[in-house]
């Protein structure tokens, strides 16, 4: 084993890997989708660099800005970092459809498809996460986590499984977080997390015999979702 240090712009991650691996895990010809990157820094903008510097192609999808989650600045920019990764040489196209409802998520899939033809990789990364007792959460925002953070990989999943069943190749990847044990001011998003991680166990087990492969990570980043989360003391 040997210690990979992967970096951007804005983030380093470090991984444990099998020495030589780095070396060979390639996408060339494949498609990506990775959905929640246009953010900087975000998870999802590091994952569609490190795709696309792998040779994928890649549609990167964001919705921009989220008027009803407090405490972000700026807004994310899904054509930013497509054409971050086009100025390096990489293929990519932004995609701005939320994928909370199943209609935003056929879209994504067919911005992959029209664009390069078909779609062989998802990394589902989108999510919503605020701060607030049980008590004091809105009906409204506990059921924005659901739909965003749990449905939206599942609409996501059953709009691409079909083309990655017919070339018997499909990699899914869910963000999943450590808070799905459970986090107090955190129930809503715990709940969202906890559910995906169990969609993500049941899931693969369907879809391995048609060489399709679905798998969770629980990462830990200082990004623009923790950031909206911080208050002043």
């Known amino acids: 084993w040997m ?13 444990r890997v099998r020495e030589g691996s780095m070396n060979e895990l390639r996408f060339d010809g494949r498609t990506a989708i990775v959905t929640g990157a246009g953010g900087n820094p975000s998870l999802g903008r590091a994952h569609a660099l490190l795709l696309a510097e792998r040779g994928a192609n890649v549609v990167v999808n964001d919705i921009g800005r989220d008027p009803e989650t407090p405490g972000y600045t700026g807004t994310a920019s899904a054509e930013a970092v497509a054409a971050e990764i086009r100025a390096k040489g990489g293929k990519a196209v932004a995609n701005s459809h939320s994928v909370a409802t199943q209609e935003g998520a056929a879209a994504i899939i067919k911005s992959a498809v029209d664009a390069f033809g078909g779609v062989d990789i998802l990394v589902n990364n989108a999510a919503i996460s605020i701060a607030a007792t049980f008590e004091e959460m809105t009906p409204r925002d506990f059921q924005r986590h659901i739909d965003i953070n749990l449905m939206g990989p599942v609409w996501l999943c059953r709009a691409a499984l079909p083309h990655m069943k017919a070339k018997r190749y499909g990699r899914i990847v869910n963000t999943t977080s450590a808070a799905m044990a459970g986090l107090a001011t ?8 906890g559910g995906l991680f169990s969609f993500t166990r049941a899931l693969a087990t369907e879809v391995a015999a048609h060489g399709n492969k679905v798998n969770a990570i629980n990462p830990g980043a200082f990004t623009r979702m923790l950031a909206a989360q911080q208050t002043e003391e």
Do not use: D, N, P
Request: glycine share 0%; hydrophobic share 55%; aromatic share 4%.
């Open 3 to 15: 210690l990979a240090v992967l970096r951007t712009a804005s983030m380093t991650v470090v991984l």
């Open 186 to 193: 955190l129930v809503a998003y715990s709940t969202s997390k």
